[in-house]
C-alpha cells in the first residue's frame, strides 16, 4: 500500500496564482485532512472531511477551498496566493473518529513558497 | 473553549528519562494522541490513550487523565535520535486539533 500521497512535494507560486495540492490515499479511510505547519511552529488544521462529499472547515481555511468527490481523494485548492500561504502542508487520514489507535497517516508534505 | 498545552522546549541528557506533559480543555474529548516530528519530516504516531492509565510501547509510554486533563508523555533511555519535536493532538468531535508542540533537545 502507497499509504497517503502528496503532490507536489515542492512548488513556488507567484502572488495571485492558483494552484491545487493533490492528496490521495488508499486505505479506504473516511476521515482526511488538511493541515499547514510554519517553520518552528505547530500544525494548524485547514479543512478536513469525514467522508465523501461532507467537508468542513478546521482553524484557518480561509484561502482555501477543498472537495471530497471520492474516499479516496481530497485536494486543497489556494486561490490567489499570498505570501501568508508559505508554507508546509500536509494531508492525513484515520480510519474513524475515535479510530482504532487514533492513528493519523500523513502524506509526505508539500512545501510551498509564494513569492 | 478549548486550549491545548505543552511546554515549547525540554532538554533531557542521553540515557535519561524525560517527561513532555500535555493539558487540554476542550468539549467532546475522544482522546490524546502523541506524535513525533523530525525537521524536514512528516508527524509520526507514538501513542493513543482514549482511557485513563498509562499505555506502555517499548522505550515510550504515554499517560492520560480524563479528570484532571492531563496527559503526558514518557521517554525512557534517550537517545539521540529522539531529539524532535512532540505532539499531542485532541480528539476533539471530528477535528484533530494539533497545539504547537514540545521541542526535546537531547544532550550527549
Known amino acids: 500500500n502507497a499509504g497517503v500521497t502528496q503532490t507536489p512535494k515542492f512548488r513556488i507560486l507567484k502572488i495571485g496564482q492558483s494552484m491545487t495540492l493533490q492528496c490521495t490515499q488508499d486505505?479506504?479511510?473516511?476521515?482526511m485532512y488538511w493541515y499547514r505547519q510554519d517553520p518552528g511552529m505547530g500544525l494548524k488544521l485547514i479543512y478536513y472531511?469525514?467522508?465523501?462529499?461532507?467537508?468542513d472547515k478546521g482553524e484557518v481555511p480561509n484561502g482555501y477551498n477543498v472537495s471530497r468527490s471520492t474516499t479516496e481523494d481530497f485536494p486543497l485548492r489556494l486561490e490567489l496566493a499570498a505570501p501568508s500561504q508559505t508554507s508546509v502542508y500536509f494531508c492525513?487520514?484515520?480510519?474513524?473518529?475515535?479510530?482504532?489507535?487514533?492513528?493519523?497517516?500523513f502524506g509526505e508534505g508539500s512545501r510551498l513558497t509564494v513569492l | 473553549g478549548q486550549s491545548l498545552e505543552q511546554p515549547s522546549e525540554v532538554t533531557a541528557v542521553e540515557g535519561a528519562i524525560v517527561q513532555i506533559n500535555c493539558t487540554y480543555q476542550?468539549?467532546?474529548?475522544?482522546?490524546l494522541s502523541w506524535y513525533q516530528q523530525h525537521d524536514g519530516g512528516a508527524p509520526t504516531f507514538l501513542s493513543y490513550?482514549?482511557?485513563?492509565g498509562l499505555e506502555e510501547t517499548g522505550r515510550f509510554s504515554s499517560f492520560l487523565s480524563r479528570s484532571d486533563s492531563y496527559g503526558y508523555l514518557l521517554l525512557q533511555e534517550l537517545q539521540m535520535k529522539d531529539s524532535a519535536s512532540y505532539f499531542c493532538?485532541?480528539?476533539?468531535?471530528?477535528?484533530?486539533?494539533f497545539g504547537k508542540g514540545t521541542r526535546l533537545h537531547i544532550l550527549p
Open positions: 486505505m479506504n479511510h473516511n476521515y
Open positions: 472531511s469525514v467522508g465523501a462529499g461532507i467537508t
Open positions: 476542550t468539549s467532546g474529548f475522544y482522546g
Open positions: 493532538p485532541m480528539n476533539r468531535d471530528d477535528k484533530i486539533i
Open positions: 490513550n482514549a482511557l485513563d
Open positions: 492525513a487520514s484515520t480510519e474513524s473518529r475515535q479510530g482504532n489507535t487514533g492513528e493519523l497517516f
